[in-house]
């Protein structure tokens, strides 16, 4: 991570730049965003990755919070997916095997 007042290079969990004394942490909250955790599991999930990638040095929190709400949502819909699949498999048997 990179002091954002003076450039140097720092430790991920400083608080303050041991060179320019800047305190790190109250610049920029590193908090869940709930608008991007919503987009993540309801519209787009690629979001939440891509994201994750983009902030995991500068919002570590955030970004595993985007990464887990977009990979529940993958996992809500695959089984989905799956349960289409398997209960239209089962119709589609029954209704060829049906004798009227």
Known sequence: MYCPHCGEQI?????????????VS???????????????????PLLGIVLFFVWKDSKPVAAKSALIWALVSIGIWIIISLLFGFFSAVIVEESVYRID
């Open 26 to 44: 109250s610049i920029g909250e590193d908090k869940p965003n709930i608008a991007v955790n919503i987009l993540s599991f309801c519209c787009v």
């Open 11 to 23: 430790d991920t969990q400083a608080e303050i730049c041991p060179k320019c004394g800047v305190r």
